[in-house]
């Protein structure tokens, strides 16, 4: 039969790599040339203390996709201040899938994002108002429907608006009414934002 | 305890955060399969309403109750030729363009994950052996992975019901199947043709040896996991695979939600998922 039968571990030795995996050596290799060097010392350096740093440094220049993606995970795992302060730098970027792989990676991090939401929804930048919107959409969060019911109280923002009440109808309670209501107020001229803040009432009405 | 119903808004609503969570799309004709679930949830979990449990299912730090439903919502059932559009699509697609495209005559390497109790990667084979020419040229080596040993045992043995070969033409289940007690057992050549091996898929020390393969199939797995455990399940496999190399999920799951490292093809049979190329 041309099925042939041979097991990982028979085929490779089980770390047959050549490289040291210590952590002083795996930050240096962060900087190597070959991709697939880097993206295996930032898999590696998860385990390692203190190198949010070193991770952090090599995102910001890093230009391989699958390199940065696992640089994005690993500050996922370890989920220190430095790491979210990452995160939230990406959001500022103008390239867009790592604006995009920040918005999923905070996302999975209520309890470390929780305490610099404010914050974002306060952002003078408009966009980032937008992006800390978008990360709210799966944020596993108690406040979630307060932080959204301030957005559209009180941005000043059209698209800002359109992107929480959007999301108001899926989570949003009676808590919400009055400010759906308001918002229609707000932006008389808007057809969207009163399509939009009538399905989210709809939806809390039918509850 | 009262009736409980779900409202057509409310369907809607969890439609969509069920659908975006997931990658499960239920149409107004499931309306009925799905309020029955919820229903069932809500009591079970004393919610009293669609808006107490929706909420706690929107925001619960756990995720366990997600987890819950999605275990209810979905059909965790194996059997030969499941999904079997993919095996079409590994036959008729995926292996003429990597058997065109090998520069060496090393075997192609094929792993399925999670082997269950093997009726994926005892298809593969039979379906490689049955359908597809190229075996007549090519080596082939199918490892299946499990993190459960039990189940691994029993994918050894072999033993199946009639009800997980009901889908097999019986041309076939009387060429790779004998009658053993009230079912059937797979045919020892097909047995020795499938190395099944133990994986903890997050473990990196598990995973760090699977490498260098041609297919991997993981279908019907990820929509079990949360965000980042489907990431670093992403990021795993594309160090599994040779640039070039094939990725088929499950019909509901899709990677483009999950990572943007991967191609998303679409042949005739099915929409896998390709690394790139030009990657190393």
Same mark, same amino acid.
């Given at each position: 039969?041309?099925?042939?039968?041979?097991?990982?571990?028979?085929?490779?030795?089980?770390?047959?790599?050549?490289?040291? /995996?210590?952590?002083?050596?795996?930050?240096?290799?962060?900087? %190597?040339?070959?991709?697939? *060097?880097?993206?295996?010392?930032?898999? %590696?350096?998860?385990?390692?203390?203190?190198?949010?740093?070193?991770?952090?440094?090599?995102?910001?220049?890093?230009?391989?996709?699958?390199? /940065?993606?696992?640089?994005? *995970?690993?500050? *996922?795992?370890?989920?220190?201040?430095?790491?979210?302060?990452?995160?939230?730098?990406?959001?500022?970027?103008? %390239?867009?899938?790592?604006?995009?792989?920040?918005?999923?990676?905070?996302?999975?991090?209520?309890?470390?994002?929780?305490?610099?939401?404010?914050?974002?929804?306060?952002?003078?930048?408009?966009?980032?108002?937008?992006?800390?919107?978008?990360?709210?959409?799966?944020?596993?969060?108690?406040?979630?429907?307060?932080?959204?019911?301030?957005?559209?109280?009180?941005?000043?923002?059209?698209?800002?608006?359109?992107?929480?009440?959007?999301?108001?109808?899926?989570?949003?309670?009676?808590?919400?009414?009055?400010?759906?209501?308001?918002?229609?107020?707000?932006?008389?001229?808007?057809?969207?934002?009163?399509?939009?803040?009538?399905?989210?009432?709809?939806?809390?009405?039918?509850? | 305890?009262?009736?409980?119903?779900?409202?057509?808004? #409310?369907?809607?609503?969890?439609?969509?955060?069920?659908?975006?969570?997931?990658?499960?799309?239920?149409?107004?004709?499931?309306?009925?399969?799905?309020?029955?679930?919820?229903?069932?949830?809500?009591? $079970?979990? =004393?919610?009293?309403?669609?808006?107490?449990?929706?909420?706690?299912?929107?925001?619960?730090?756990?995720?366990?109750?997600?987890?819950?439903?999605?275990?209810? +919502?979905?059909?965790?059932?194996?059997?030969?030729?499941?999904?079997?559009?993919?095996?079409?699509?590994?036959?008729?697609?995926?292996?003429?363009?990597?058997?065109?495209? !090998?520069?060496?005559?090393?075997?192609?390497?094929?792993?399925? +994950?999670?082997?269950?109790?093997?009726?994926?990667?005892?298809?593969?084979?039979?379906?490689?052996?049955?359908?597809?020419?190229?075996?007549? !040229?090519?080596?082939?080596?199918?490892?299946?992975?499990?993190?459960?040993?039990?189940?691994?045992?029993?994918?050894?043995?072999?033993?199946?019901?009639?009800?997980?070969?009901?889908?097999?033409?019986?041309?076939?289940?009387?060429?790779?199947?004998?009658?053993?007690? #009230?079912?059937?057992?797979?045919?020892?050549?097909?047995?020795? @043709?499938?190395?099944?091996?133990?994986?903890?898929?997050?473990?990196?020390? =598990?995973?760090?040896?699977?490498?260098?393969?041609?297919?991997?199939?993981?279908?019907?797995?990820?929509?079990?996991? =949360?965000?980042?455990?489907?990431?670093?399940? $992403? #990021?795993?496999?594309?160090?599994?695979?040779?640039?070039?190399?094939?990725?088929?999920?499950?019909?509901?799951?899709?990677?483009?939600?999950?990572?943007?490292?991967?191609? @998303?093809? !679409?042949? $005739?049979?099915?929409?896998?998922?390709?690394?790139?190329?030009? @990657?190393?």
């Amino acid at each position: 039969m041309p099925i042939v039968k041979k097991a990982p571990a028979a085929s490779r030795d089980q770390d047959e790599r050549e490289l040291q /995996r210590d952590c002083a050596s795996l930050v240096l290799q962060l900087a %190597d040339g070959d991709p697939t *060097t880097r993206r295996w010392a930032a898999k %590696d350096l998860v385990g390692c203390p203190d190198v949010s740093a070193a991770l952090i440094g090599r995102l910001r220049q890093e230009r391989d996709p699958s390199v /940065r993606e696992i640089i994005l *995970t690993a500050l *996922t795992q370890r989920a220190d201040a430095q790491a979210v302060a990452a995160l939230v730098e990406c959001l500022r970027s103008e %390239d867009v899938s790592l604006r995009n792989e920040a918005i999923e990676a905070m996302k999975t991090l209520p309890d470390e994002v929780a305490p610099i939401m404010g914050g974002l929804l306060g952002d003078a930048d408009p966009d980032v108002r937008i992006f800390a919107v978008n990360v709210l959409e799966s944020l596993r969060h108690e406040l979630v429907e307060q932080w959204l019911k301030e957005v559209i109280e009180r941005d000043p923002h059209v698209n800002v608006c359109a992107t929480a009440v959007d999301l108001l109808g899926e989570v949003g309670t009676s808590y919400s009414r009055e400010a759906l209501e308001k918002l229609k107020e707000r932006f008389p001229d808007e057809p969207y934002i009163r399509f939009a803040a009538d399905i989210a009432l709809k939806r809390i009405c039918s509850n | 305890m009262a009736e409980i119903t779900i409202g057509k808004e #409310d369907f809607l609503k969890f439609r969509e955060f069920f659908y975006r969570k997931t990658g499960i799309q239920f149409d107004d004709a499931k309306r009925y399969f799905v309020d029955r679930r919820l229903a069932e949830r809500i009591e $079970a979990t =004393d919610s009293r309403s669609f808006r107490n449990y929706f909420m706690l299912l929107r925001f619960e730090a756990s995720g366990e109750e997600l987890q819950t439903l999605t275990n209810l +919502m979905t059909v965790n059932e194996t059997y030969f030729f499941r999904e079997e559009y993919q095996f079409k699509c590994l036959v008729n697609s995926i292996l003429p363009e990597i058997t065109t495209q !090998k520069k060496d005559s090393r075997p192609i390497r094929i792993w399925s +994950m999670p082997s269950s109790s093997g009726e994926e990667p005892y298809s593969i084979a039979m379906y490689l052996l049955e359908y597809w020419p190229g075996i007549e !040229k090519w080596d082939v080596e199918i490892i299946s992975s499990d993190i459960d040993t039990k189940i691994l045992g029993q994918a050894r043995r072999g033993l199946y019901s009639p009800r997980s070969v009901q889908h097999l033409p019986k041309n076939l289940l009387a060429k790779y199947f004998k009658a053993a007690g #009230d079912g059937f057992q797979v045919s020892e050549e097909l047995r020795e @043709a499938v190395e099944f091996t133990r994986v903890n898929l997050m473990n990196q020390a =598990d995973v760090r040896a699977y490498r260098e393969f041609d297919v991997i199939f993981c279908r019907n797995l990820l929509i079990y996991f =949360d965000d980042l455990s489907r990431r670093q399940a $992403a #990021d795993t496999f594309y160090d599994a695979l040779h640039p070039g190399g094939f990725l088929c999920l499950g019909h509901s799951e899709s990677m483009s939600r999950i990572s943007s490292l991967y191609k @998303a093809r !679409k042949f $005739a049979d099915s929409v896998v998922y390709q690394k790139p190329k030009e @990657a190393r």
